[in-house]
């Protein structure tokens, strides 16, 4: 049977986390298709994927923003989720977005750390509430740890291959054009905290609402200073 949802999970070199995301997705309590697209890993990425996902692809070497294209590409069903290769989805999360996208271009919903320190914690608490904010604002601040598009939609309209940052803000702010994109509060996704372990403010209010700005004002961004900045 044809899967009414696809998950697209994005990975490089996550043999450390990437089984329990895949089997998190395997245990739904909605079928969906798992799909990995592998950004050429030299671990066991590949080999602990194939347990599990249902189409696994190798990517162009060209960035984030091109895995997700090629995911949605290849991907069967009429929604595309995505999700991070540390994300460990809960059991119902496919099954709220097939119930909550139905009227929309697109769906997005809060993350959650499933480990790190309670500063951490605290941090992406409120910076949730900081997209809840600007959504309502008319900017949905999309996060492409958890997200899901009509895949019609997504194929029209492509990630941006020459943004490897905000890639997932800048498609959100450019298919509101074309139908309703929803933030939903109880979508919520577990996802590691490695990323914002030692300089959540930092990278948030400086560097992500700093670059989300320069988005909305039409100015460039450059990637290399980008991470260059965060890795100080």
Request: proline fraction near 3%; aromatic fraction near 10%; glycine fraction near 6%.
């Amino acid at each position: 049977m044809k899967p009414y949802i696809s998950v697209v999970v994005p990975a490089k070199n996550e043999e450390k986390v990437i089984e329990k995301c895949l089997k998190a997705l395997k245990n739904q309590t909605m079928h969906c298709e798992i799909i990995v697209v592998d950004g050429h890993s030299t671990d066991n990425t590949l080999k602990i994927a194939k347990r599990y996902a249902d189409k696994i692809i190798l990517d162009n070497k060209k960035g984030i923003s091109d895995a997700r294209n090629i995911g949605a590409k290849i991907a069967s069903g009429e929604i595309v989720a995505y999700c991070d290769a540390d994300a460990i989805p809960r059991k119902r999360w496919v099954e709220t977005i097939a119930k909550n996208i139905k009227n929309s271009i697109g769906l997005y919903g809060p993350i959650i750390p499933y480990n790190g320190n309670k500063k951490t914690r605290i941090s992406i608490r409120f910076l949730n509430k900081i997209v809840q904010l600007l959504h309502k604002l008319g900017h949905p601040c999309i996060c492409g740890a958890n997200m899901a598009f009509k895949r019609s939609a997504i194929i029209k309209h492509r990630f941006n291959v020459k943004m490897s940052i905000l890639e997932d803000y800048e498609m959100g702010n450019r298919l509101k054009k074309y139908g309703k994109i929803c933030y939903y509060t109880k979508l919520a996704m577990p996802i590691s905290s490695r990323r914002y372990e030692g300089s959540i403010f930092y990278t948030v209010f400086f560097h992500y609402l700093r670059n989300v700005y320069r988005l909305e004002r039409g100015k460039r961004i450059d990637p290399a200073n980008y991470w260059s900045q965060l890795d100080k």
